[in-house]
C-alpha cells in the first residue's frame, strides 16, 4: 500500500483531547472529553459556573496534569514537551491578565520572548526591541511604554497582556474569561484585535467567555460543557440554540439573529413568577 501524500495527507490537530478525565478526590470536574481542535480555528469554551472551563484550560496549558485520558499538542504528548518547548508553543492569558507589579510595560511584553530565548537572556537573529515596539504600537500602547503596571487600569493592564502574548508568537493562544473586567468598548475592541491577528498568523485560539453574544459573534466553534461533560461540539450558530441555552445554564432565552450577521444573539427573560412576588 503507499503512502497517502500531499493533500491527502490528513492533517495533524493543533490539539487533540482523548478521554481527558480530571478528579479532585470523589469530584469529578472533567468527566471523559474527547475534542479535536484544527489549526487556525477559533473556540469558543462555554458552558455554567463550575462546569469545568477553567479546569480544561489548565490541563492545556499543561500547568496541572489528568487524573486520565490524554493531551496532544501538535501530535506529542504535552508532558513529552519541555516547559519551555510548550511556552513555544501555547501561550495563556488569564482573566485578569496580569497582576499589578512594578515592571514597565515594555519591560512586561519584553517577557513575552522568555521561550525564545537562551539562559543568557539571547535570541539569535531576532531583535526583540523591534518585535516589542511593533506590538506597543500596533495596541496603542507606545504611549504607556515606560509606565510602571501598577499605574494603569484594568483595560491597559489587559492590553498589555495582549501584547506579551503577541510577542511570544505562540501556534495557540488559550484564554479564560479574558473580558470579564473590561467595559463594553473594551471587550469589543479586545476580540478585534485578536481576530485581526489571527486573520494575520493563523493563530488557533481557544477562550473561555462568558458573553454569549461575544461568543456568538467571534468563536466558529464551541465546546459546550455541563457538569464536567460535552454537552454540544460544533459550528455556534448550530449549538446556540434557545432548547441548549435552557438546558445548560437554566434560564428562560430568547435567541435572535443579529441584525448585522445574522448570528445568534441571546436575551434573557426575566424569571416571571420571582418577578410577581416582589
Ligand atoms: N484545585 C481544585 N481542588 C478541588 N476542586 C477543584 C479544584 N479546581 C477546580 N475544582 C472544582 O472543579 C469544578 C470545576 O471547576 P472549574 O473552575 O473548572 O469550573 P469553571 O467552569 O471554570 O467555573 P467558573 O465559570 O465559575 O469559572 C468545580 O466544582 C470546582 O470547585
Request: glycine share 8%.
Amino acid at each position: 500500500m503507499t503512502e497517502p501524500s500531499g493533500s491527502q495527507k490528513k492533517r495533524i490537530p493543533a490539539l487533540e483531547v482523548t478521554s481527558l478525565t480530571r478528579s479532585f478526590g470523589e469530584l469529578h470536574a472533567l468527566k471523559k472529553i474527547s475534542w479535536s481542535v484544527d489549526e487556525g480555528s477559533w473556540w469558543g469554551v462555554i458552558g455554567p459556573n463550575g462546569s469545568g472551563k477553567s479546569t480544561l484550560l489548565h490541563l492545556l496549558s499543561g500547568v496541572d496534569r489528568p487524573t486520565a485520558g490524554n493531551v496532544h499538542i501538535y501530535g506529542k504528548k504535552a508532558g513529552s514537551y519541555s516547559r519551555k518547548e510548550l511556552s513555544r508553543l501555547v501561550a495563556v492569558l488569564q482573566q485578569e491578565g496580569l497582576p499589578p507589579v512594578g515592571y514597565t510595560v515594555r519591560e512586561v511584553v519584553e517577557m513575552g520572548r522568555y521561550p525564545h530565548q537562551d539562559w543568557l537572556g539571547r535570541e539569535k537573529g531576532v531583535d526583540v526591541g523591534l518585535i516589542t515596539d511593533r506590538v506597543l504600537k500596533r495596541l496603542g500602547l507606545a504611549p504607556l511604554a515606560d509606565r510602571a503596571l501598577d499605574h494603569l487600569s484594568g483595560g491597559q493592564r489587559q492590553r498589555v497582556a495582549l501584547a506579551k502574548v503577541m510577542v511570544q508568537e505562540p501556534q495557540i493562544l488559550l484564554l479564560d474569561e479574558p473580558t470579564t473586567y473590561l467595559d463594553l468598548r473594551y471587550q469589543l475592541e479586545f476580540m478585534e484585535l485578536l481576530a485581526e491577528w489571527r486573520q494575520e498568523t493563523g493563530v488557533t485560539i481557544i477562550a473561555v467567555l462568558h458573553d454569549l453574544n461575544l461568543t456568538a459573534q467571534f468563536c466558529e466553534n464551541l465546546l459546550v460543557l455541563k457538569d464536567g461533560m460535552v454537552e454540544g461540539l460544533g459550528a455556534s450558530a448550530d449549538l446556540l440554540t434557545e432548547e441548549r441555552i435552557r438546558r445548560v445554564y437554566e434560564v428562560e432565552p430568547v435567541m435572535l439573529p443579529h441584525p448585522d450577521s445574522g448570528v445568534p444573539q441571546l436575551l434573557l427573560r426575566r424569571n416571571v413568577r420571582r418577578a410577581a412576588d416582589q
